[in-house]
């Protein structure tokens, strides 16, 4: 097996003497996702010699769902198999015109010339696997972004594996760092995450209790301009510490020094690093990962500014039609606690964002729904009481609005803010106590339209833009 490591989580594997190629979630374009973000190092991808036989999209983020490389490689060979763990992944394939394409479970096998792949399971909320291929030369488990799950979990997933393959897993593609994309935006954490790192950690040691080999991947996505500050948030780990920690919890374990342009070839159970041979990729850059500095968040900035009379009154439409009847609506089985001061701030510009006060006398505008028992309102202002506050790019929100944008590009561009505050008191035998109210979600407004909505919308206009541009039209 030779594994060619393309960048992020993109990999191209060929196996066994017939040479199948298998790509792994294909992101051909550094810069990606709307313009949003791009891909540390910058590379020189040779994409007319990929030539896949099967093309992997392990889920449905945009980091490893690009609408716009999947279009490009089934307009260069439509007969290409796709497999994947999500059923919008596959019908947007089927209208990019692969012709083959299967919706995957877990533990799944599909058999290849000269191998075989099987899915493995995530244990976070997110539709996606991992995936093992094994042939005579070993096994190497592709973990992507799955989340390994507590230690007798990535034991048993082990087990499993050990069990299909007749032998222990060689090699592991790992995720090494836990990224936190948007805590800040948030107003969650933004310092040292010991916790998560911990967890991750420990799972890698439950892997490395037979003898293999690690190569540290699919963390490499920087936001770019004029939201790049927010990097410095974002990546609380440096490769070299994750080397020193698990070498410390699992001295036994190999850890390659991976770089994009790499191959890593598993024969007869022995993996080998060959820097920079892929004929595929050439990275151009160093590619150093910003420097954690969890002091400040970087100011909110719209990279789509426009004239904010007439947008203005349309999304105060919103509010009025939209939004807020279907925020009154999830109320409705919630009215013990009722009232909740919901708040909008609507950036302009590129102005920073700096306290509520300010906040509000910088804003294009700024509204409070107050939902009540069977009714609502919406009143000018940030209420000093609120029970969410959300900041949102005016650019940005009329983007998602016209379905071009989903609120997860938003959220991860740091056009989107939110403090949640939202809580009632209740008393019990052991006293009172602060309880979250349970019907308003996460940032409200995901309400109208909803995340998933959202995201759906904005990758079908895509995937009909491409369409027609490939038609002339």
């Known amino acids: 097996m030779r594994w060619h490591y393309l960048g992020h989580a993109m990999w191209l594997l060929e ?10 979630d294909p992101l051909l374009h550094d810069v990606h996702d709307d313009g949003l973000s791009s891909v540390s190092p910058r590379r020189e991808l040779a994409c007319e010699l990929l030539r896949p036989d099967f093309v992997v999209v392990s889920h449905r983020h945009p980091d490893h769902f690009d609408v716009d490389s999947l279009a490009w490689l089934a307009a260069i060979d439509p007969e290409c198999v796709v497999l994947t763990s999500d059923e919008l992944v596959a019908a947007v394939c089927r209208r990019l015109s692969f012709v083959q394409v299967r919706v995957l479970g877990l533990w799944e096998q599909v058999e290849l010339c000269g191998g075989t792949l099987t899915t493995t399971p995530s244990y976070g909320t997110c539709v996606e696997w991992g995936v093992a291929v094994s042939s005579a030369d070993g096994v190497v488990w592709n973990h992507v972004d799955s989340v390994l799950g507590s230690a007798n979990q990535a034991e048993r997933t082990l087990e499993v594996l050990r069990g299909a393959a007749g032998q222990g897993v060689n090699l592991h593609l790992a995720r090494w760092c836990p990224v936190l994309e948007v805590s800040a935006q948030l107003a969650g954490r933004i310092g040292f995450p010991r916790g998560t790192y ?6 890698l ?10 190569a540290p991947a699919a963390v490499s996505v920087v936001p770019l301009a004029p939201n790049d500050a927010l990097a410095s948030n974002a990546f609380p780990v440096t490769r070299a510490q994750f080397a020193r920690d698990l070498s410390a919890l699992s001295p036994n374990a190999r850890l390659l020094d991976l770089n994009v342009g790499d191959t890593l070839t598993v024969e007869r159970g022995v993996t080998q690093r060959w820097p920079g041979k892929s004929p595929y990729v050439r990275a151009v850059d160093g590619g150093e990962l910003p420097t954690f500095v969890p002091f400040e968040v970087a100011p909110l900035r719209d990279p789509w500014p426009c004239p904010s009379g007439d947008a ?13 009847p279907q925020l009154s609506r999830l109320s409705g089985e919630g009215q013990n606690s009722l009232p909740v001061a919901l708040c909008l701030d609507l950036r302009s510009g590129d102005k920073p ?6 906040a509000c006398a910088r804003s294009a505008a700024s509204w409070t729904l107050l939902l009540t028992v069977g009714s609502w309102s919406l009143q000018p202002g940030i209420d000093p009481s609120y029970d969410q506050l959300v900041a949102v790019s005016l650019g940005g929100l009329l983007r998602v609005l016209d379905g071009v944008s989903s609120w997860g590009e938003l959220l991860l561009s740091g056009q989107l803010r939110c403090s949640d505050r939202a809580y009632r008191v209740v008393h019990g035998q052991s006293g009172g106590a602060l309880e979250r109210i349970s019907w308003l979600p996460a940032l409200f407004v995901y309400s109208a339209p909803g995340y998933e909505e959202s995201f759906e919308t904005a990758t079908w206009r895509r995937v009909d833009d491409l369409r027609r541009k490939g038609k002339g039209q």
């Open 15 to 24: 196996l066994g003497e017939e040479g199948t190629r298998v790509l792994f």
């Open 198 to 203: 911990a967890e991750l950690l420990q799972g």
């Open 205 to 214: 040691a439950v892997l490395a209790s037979e003898p293999t080999c690690f």
């Open 312 to 324: 203005v009154a349309r999304i105060r439409n919103w509010l009025e039609n939209e939004l807020g």
């Open 353 to 358: 964002y700096g306290s509520v006060g300010e």
